[in-house]
Each structure stands twice: as structure tokens, then as C-alpha cells.
């Protein structure tokens, strides 16, 4: 997915990529998204926006005007995962600003046109939001790498962020010599409390030597493209899209995969997870270009037994439980064949089945979760145009 350049990558038999695929697409549709999007505004293109809200300062990005979503924080750089932690702040991992290292020759490549990548070892970050909306740095310094320009120079960094007590731990997707860092390997990074941090998983080294049933080969990614991390009973566990994997992670650095999902599923791009009720919920992104209603949300065992628990959902990359055993699902582009800017929505789906729109006109959302609160809080502009900064976390209140 990549979307990251996560990763959200996206392929079919013949595209490259999971977001990356699309993003063959998708560089244009970036390339000219904000005039674009802006005219379509003006014509009546987008449902729930005006010109206005367009065009201009990084909180007019993408700021649906529906009563019940309202920009929380603003000056983000490529905003994924996202968590609350103990202290009631709100962590953001941060795919970066990309870079332009290469490592073209010291090592196995991504095949063009997703590829050869370029880094900057120091480009991404995590931020902490305060109450009302203020960002701080937690860490910096962390690697962020890109995609070819032929596919829109994506970015990829820090994927997500998940706490097991008080100790904030980040998945990093940007990393991994294929992706221009030679030193720093894809991997579960833990974050100490003077922003120091330490590699305790080396999860480019796990997928080299655990290869899973259905790769595809056309778009892959020898050190990963990790999307999604969660913590349940004080262990990790992370989705990777472009392999199709879910996997473990303890704090002590051991890694063991709980399902091979393209064993059972093919080349799906997972990329969102929960956990609910005693089993894991995955969402997938799926291949480009988009088929509407095309994605689905698997229930998974501890023991990895996989099996469809809702269908009929579209470019899925964030899920979370309420209280009540609602699951919101977050949808990055609804209506179009290729990535779309505000056309994301959040859709909530009652036990019973029965289904409810939440939000809508979103501008390529990344990820969501559910604060303390009882508000849903989603990365937005998660995939956005340049300059860097135009990413913004949404705050939507749940009728």
C-alpha cells in the first residue's frame, strides 16, 4: 500500500504497485489534483465542498464541510497511523518528505516503474498533538524514501505507531536498502522518552527469509511495505500489503507470522487492522484499477484462521471498533478507478449489518482511530500533493 507509498500498492496482473500501481495514475491525478479538484468544485464536481475549500492555506486542503468533520491539526507530512496514547495526546507517524539517495547498484532494486527508490535517512518523523491541535515532535530524524519520479516520487516513512503501556513503538515502511537506506532496515522501531530510539525487530530480514505463497513478482518489494501495527495483550502486530502478511512482534524483538493472507486470498493488499472481540479484523485495499465495492473485511484468528466477515467496501485503509461493537471503515477514494481526492469516506457498520455514512468528501485518507472522546480522528492529505506540510488530521464526531 503503497499508499505509503504504503503501501499502498497496489497491483493486478499488470500494474506495478499498491498504491503504486494506481500511483501510476495517481502521480498525474496529483500532479493536478488542487486545480483540478477546484474546478470540479466550482462545477459542482464534488459533493459536500465548494472552491474555497480548495484552494489556498493547508486546512482548506481538503475541509468537507459537513457540521460534523472539522481539521484538528494541520502541518503534517504525509500523516498515516495514528494512535492516542496514555497521556490523552494524539500520535501521527509520518511518511515524511522523501529524498533523494539512491543505492541503485549496492543492492536488489524495486523493478521500475515503482522503482529504483531514492531516500533521505532523516526525512520523516512522529508528532504528538495536544488537545487543541498542537504539534510537537516526539522523534525525528527517521528514514522517508520515495518512488521514481515516473511514479509520482511517493512517499513512504514511518508507517504507524502503537503503544504497549507507556512505551510508544513505530513501524517503519521507508527504510531497507531497496529503498535507498542501506544502514537502517524496514523494522519496529521503540521510542524512548528523550527521543532517542532502538531497532528491535528487523522485519526486512523476516520477509527475505520467510517468502510467502503468492508474491507478486512484477511489483515487489524485497524489504516490505508495512502499513498497519496494532498492540493487543502487550505484543505488535503489523499488516504488510505488498507481500500479504500478517505478523508478531514481541517488545523482546521475536518475529512470527500469524497468517500468510496470499496463501488463501492472492495479491489483496491488506493494509487496515483491528482487533475485536478476541480476533484480528483486516481490511484490504485491493488492486487498481478500483472496482467499486471490490475490497473486504476478513476476520482472523490468534491461530490464523481467515474468513470474510464483511464485503462490499472500496480502497479500505483504516478500521476501528467502538464501544458498542461498531466497526468504522475508512475508504480512501469511492466512485473513481484511480485515487481520487475528496471522494474518501468513513462508512460505520452496526453488528447487525445495517450500514451508515459518517463523513465523506475526504481528501486521500490514510488512517483512522477512535479517541477517547468517543470522536473518530483520521490522517488526511495522507497522500498529498507537494509542497510538504499540507497533511492534516480531521476530528469527526459519530451521530
Not at 87 to 102: K, P, Q
Not at 325 to 344: I, K
Amino acid at each position: 500500500m503503497k499508499f505509503q507509498t504504503t503501501t499502498l500498492r497496489t497491483r493486478n496482473s499488470t500494474s506495478r504497485s499498491p498504491f503504486r500501481c494506481s500511483f501510476l495514475l495517481i502521480a498525474l491525478t496529483l500532479a493536478y489534483s488542487v486545480a483540478s479538484w477546484t474546478a470540479r468544485a466550482a462545477d459542482g464536481g464534488l459533493p459536500n465542498q465548494n472552491a474555497s475549500e480548495v484552494t489556498g492555506a493547508a486546512d482548506e486542503v481538503a475541509s468537507p464541510t459537513a457540521s460534523n468533520v472539522s481539521v484538528f491539526a494541520t502541518g503534517l507530512n504525509n500523516p498515516r497511523g495514528l494512535k492516542f496514547g496514555p497521556d490523552g495526546f494524539l500520535y501521527v507517524a509520518e511518511g515524511g518528505t522523501g529524498g533523494l539517495n539512491s543505492t541503485d547498484g549496492a543492492c536488489d532494486q524495486v523493478v521500475p516503474p515503482v522503482g529504483p527508490y531514492t531516500a533521505n535517512i532523516t526525512g520523516a518523523r512522529i508528532s504528538k498533538i495536544g488537545p487543541h491541535g498542537f504539534r510537537t515532535t516526539v522523534v525525528d530524524n527517521l528514514p522517508s524514501s520515495q518512488t521514481s519520479p515516473d511514479l509520482g516520487s511517493l512517499i513512504s516513512g514511518v508507517a504507524d505507531v502503537a503503544f504497549i503501556g507507556d512505551k510508544l513503538y513505530a513501524v517503519l515502511a521507508g527504510a531497507g536498502c531497496s529503498h535507498g537506506v542501506p544502514n537502517l532496515p524496514n523494522g519496529v522501531i521503540r521510542v524512548n522518552t528523550n527521543s532517542s530510539w532502538s531497532l528491535i525487530a528487523n522485519l526486512s530480514k523476516f520477509l527475505m527469509n520467510h517468502p510467502v505463497a503468492n508474491p507478486n513478482p512484477p511489483d515487489f518489494e524485497p524489504d516490505g511495505t508495512w502499513y498497519s501495527m496494532i498492540a493487543v495483550d502487550g505484543d505488535l502486530y503489523a499488516i504488510e500489503p505488498n507481500h500479504g502478511e500478517l505478523d508478531k512482534i514481541t517488545p523482546g524483538g521475536s518475529v512470527s507470522r500469524v497468517v500468510d493472507i496470499s496463501a488463501s486470498q492472492g495479491h489483496i493488499v491488506p493494509t487496515a487492522i483491528a482487533f475485536h472481540n478476541g480476533n484480528f479484523y483486516v481490511g484490504d485495499l485491493n488492486t487498481f484499477p478500483i472496482v467499486q465495492g471490490s475490497s473486504k473485511v476478513f476476520k482472523i484468528t490468534p491461530t490464523g484462521q481467515i474468513t470474510v466477515f464483511r464485503s462490499g467496501l472500496t480502497t479500505i485503509l483504516g478500521l476501528t471498533f467502538d464501544s458498542a461493537g461498531r466497526l468504522y471503515v475508512l475508504e480512501n477514494t469511492t466512485g473513481n478507478q484511480f485515487p481520487t481526492p475528496g471522494t474518501g469516506k468513513v462508512i460505520r457498520i452496526d453488528p447487525s449489518g445495517i450500514r451508515t455514512l459518517i463523513a465523506s468528501g475526504l481528501f486521500l485518507p490514510t488512517a483512522i482511530t477512535l479517541g477517547p472522546d468517543g470522536a473518530l480522528y483520521v490522517s488526511n492529505v495522507g497522500f498529498g500533493p507537494p509542497p510538504n506540510g499540507l497533511g492534516q488530521v480531521l476530528r469527526i464526531t459519530v451521530p
